[in-house]
């Protein structure tokens, strides 16, 4: 999980939808694939124009060797209403 968000200069826990835990999630067709189990809200959005370098930080180490894949997207309205839910996700590579 991460728990920090930075983008350009800004570094921020409180633009990040932090989970409760790290439960996995046992159906890939479930919503919760989303941003997990029991979500609790951001109380900031923060705003990045092309070009920013953002980076994240985790609340500990990976704890396997394989791959992590992380997702970002836009929203497509007002980012403290959206629920992550639709096809705008892109793979960071």
């Keep these: ?7 350009g200069s800004t ?3 409180s633009a990040v939808r932090q989970p409760v835990n790290n439960t996995p999630v046992q159906s890939v067709t479930s919503t ?13 959005t923060v705003s ?3 070009g920013t370098t ?3 930080k985790l609340d500990n180490t990976l704890y396997h060797q394989g791959p992590a894949a992380i997702y970002i997207a836009k929203a497509p309205g007002s980012a403290a209403g ?5 096809g705008s ?5």
């Design 32 to 44: 919760q694939m989303i941003c997990n189990t029991n979500t609790n809200t951001a109380s900031q």
């Design 1 to 7: 999980m991460w728990t920090t968000l930075i983008a």
């Design 54 to 56: 953002v980076g994240f």
């Design 82 to 86: 959206w629920d992550g839910a639709g």
């Design 48 to 50: 990045v124009t092309p």
């Design 11 to 13: 570094t921020t826990m």
């Design 89 to 93: 996700w892109l793979k960071v590579r």
